[in-house]
């Protein structure tokens, strides 16, 4: 099948970065939020994201107008029945997301295939909500989208190989490179990096050196762009700790462990980044 209208649900950080990507790929893009507040934050966000794009040389002030012109913003799921592919890309919360799928499948006619960009939770659980399991995959795009060059493409059991093929042609017309996983808690990616980030806090944790020779091991020892404190940062320690959690129930093993502390740092919402404190402080100073 021929991939020409994409549905992105949510336009958060990930979302918004699926949405742009879509567009300026030639893709007709809507793209939803839960009100018009969060849909008009997410839109804005697109159009920085262009206009730094436009800033670094990738694009050209008419590609970024054409792109801005593909895009349709809504608060209204009715209006994602026109789609061929749709991509979830909503709050990491699986009852949620089985509830969007069953929301979906009722609205969207046969053809069209249903994507999830979670990052570890069950797909087949999403897919097993609707009527078409055979059209639904993982399609886990990394952050930021319109810069990482991977996406991990997930089949789960249920998943037909004309779903996978046609995911693959999606997200090569993106321009990514895509690698294929089967479904499994944290497929390839998070399988491997979540063990490594748990036990770099655990190094720093147990005292065995500073945050800043950790990382700095990491980036020059190992050729690392960035240390694993800096980049546990940067996902979120929410994300990590709540992805750590999902693997280590599935799996019982202790690698997945999530370290206390962690555990104190999300209690505290010393979350990375977006709080502006992780194990690095990102707040502005006051003059």
């Known amino acids: 099948m021929e991939i020409k209208v994409v ?16 567009a300026r790929a030639g893709y007709r893009t809507l793209v939803s939020e839960l009100d018009g507040d969060l849909l008009n934050q997410g839109l804005r966000r697109i159009e920085a994201s262009l206009a730094k794009a436009i800033s670094r040389g990738k694009i050209t002030p008419q590609e970024r107008d054409e792109a801005l012109a593909r895009i349709q913003g809504t608060t209204n799921l009715e209006d994602f029945a026109p789609c061929d592919l749709i991509v979830e890309a909503i709050t990491e919360d699986l009852e949620a997301k089985k509830r969007l799928f069953a929301t979906l499948d009722d609205l ?16 087949t659980e999403m897919a097993a909500v609707t009527r078409r399991g055979d059209k639904v995959l993982g399609l886990h795009f990394f952050n930021p989208a319109p810069v990482m060059k991977l996406l991990e493409l997930v089949r789960t059991i249920l998943t037909s190989d004309e779903t996978v093929a046609v995911g693959r042609r999606f997200g090569e017309s993106l321009g990514k490179r895509v690698i294929v996983a089967k479904e499994m808690p944290g497929f390839i990616i998070s399988r491997l990096l979540i063990p490594y980030l748990l036990n770099a806090i655990r190094v720093f944790e147990n005292g065995l050196a500073t945050k800043e020779d950790i990382d700095q091991g990491m980036v020059l020892g190992c050729n690392h762009p960035m240390g694993p404190l800096t980049l546990a940062d940067f996902i979120g320690l929410d994300t990590i700790y709540k992805i750590a959690d999902m693997m280590f129930d599935e799996f019982k093993d202790p690698i997945y462990a999530a370290p206390p502390l962690l555990r104190r740092m999300v209690l505290a919402g010393r979350l990375g980044q977006k709080t502006g404190q992780g194990f690095y402080d990102y707040r502005v100073p006051v003059s």
């Open 7 to 22: 549905g992105v649900v949510g336009c958060g950080l990930m979302g918004s970065g699926i949405a742009e990507i879509a």
């Open 108 to 123: 969207c006619p046969p053809h069209t295939i249903l994507a999830s960009n979670t990052s570890c939770l069950s797909i």
